[in-house]
């Protein structure tokens, strides 16, 4: 992983201000809270005296974090959140920024009216940022206390948000301020949630082939042709939010044998060179008709990002479950060079290809 944030993630810089802040706040906070607790006494000043120096170090990775996220660029937000909730991931970040300088610099002005000096682990002293006063100290004491509550706040909103993106919106927001990739996060979630998945669990589902079609149609000449693939598998997992479907590529039939000799050569499948194609999914997410699932097409060698929409339902058949995935989507055939040399034209063989899915689904046994 590099330093430097990308377009698609946050740099192991950014994720390590990230995750040193988070834990800081977590001991500041516990700090703050005993400090407050205990009787004056040396316990109570020694407490203080670390909650203040490990608040002054939040301030200086907070300025160091912010510098940082100038000089780099920021994975934009995903772009299927709506407007609202765009607003308020914005709004979220934003006021948790603010609240890294403000509480510290509260603290600080705290100590300074009060006429106590801050050092920072014993090593240096900080100079006071206003003259003793208190009425200033007793605002501040104030302020600190309801910045505080605000982060609270703000933190658990901005927990909730990573945790519907992960589980509901099934993005991946968290996975990309995280410094281990999908098989240990996926280890990490699954390990928490193991006993609630337990009883909630949707099983994953793989093809019931005899009932199932897939079909393709484009036009040829003005008029209307189509065809099926006889041999294709998939596995379809929604709690994981995967869709995964391998197809055979010489298993098509068009009906006519002199074209099938044609859509399986060299100009268009290209059988012999390219004999699966693969389409695997990683998003889910629900939309106002049902579902959709973005991934990757990789069709006679070439792989393109593409999203297909599908219904889904499942049912109970003579006291078994089953799942019915059914949709339909275009694709380009000469985006995947379908249609080599003359067959690039789209005079007379149409680019646009209208591809049918009709599953029947059942729960896999390897669950
Ligand atoms: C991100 C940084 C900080 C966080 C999250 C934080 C949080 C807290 C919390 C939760 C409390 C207990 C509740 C309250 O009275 O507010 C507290 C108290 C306190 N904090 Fe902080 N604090 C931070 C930074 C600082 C700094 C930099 C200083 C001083 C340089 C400071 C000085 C104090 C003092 C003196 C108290 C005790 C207030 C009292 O006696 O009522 N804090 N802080
Ligand atoms: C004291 C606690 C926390 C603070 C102050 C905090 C602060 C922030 C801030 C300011 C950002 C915006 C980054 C930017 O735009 O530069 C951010 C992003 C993020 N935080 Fe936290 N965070 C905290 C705890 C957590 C926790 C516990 C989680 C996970 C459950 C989390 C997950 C994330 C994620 C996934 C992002 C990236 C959002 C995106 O890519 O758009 N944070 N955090």
Redesign the pocket.
Known sequence: MSIRNTRERWGSLSQFFHWLIVAL?AI??AL??T??MLPLGVQKLAV?AR??SI??T??GLAALRLLWRCLNPTPPLPSNLRPHERFLARFTHAALYVL?FA??LT??I??SARGFP?SWFSLFQLPDLVPKSETLYDAM?RT??AL?IA?AVTVALHIAGAIKHHFVLKDDTLRRMLPFGRPTLTVLVGVMLAPAAAHSAEPAYALLAAQSSLTYAFSQAGARNQGRFKSFAVSFDPRAGRLDVMIDMSSFDTGDQQRNGILGGKDFFDAAQYPQSRFTASRIEKTAAGYAATGSLTLRGVTRGITIPFTWRTATVQGRPVGYLSGQTTLRRLDFGVGQGQWQSTDWVGNDVTVRYALVLTPSESK
Do not use: D, T
């Open positions: 706040i500041q906070a703050g809270l400090g407050i203080l909650h203040k608040g002054i939040i301030l890294l509480m510290p603290g600080w705290m100590s801050v004491v600190h206390a505080a982060l």
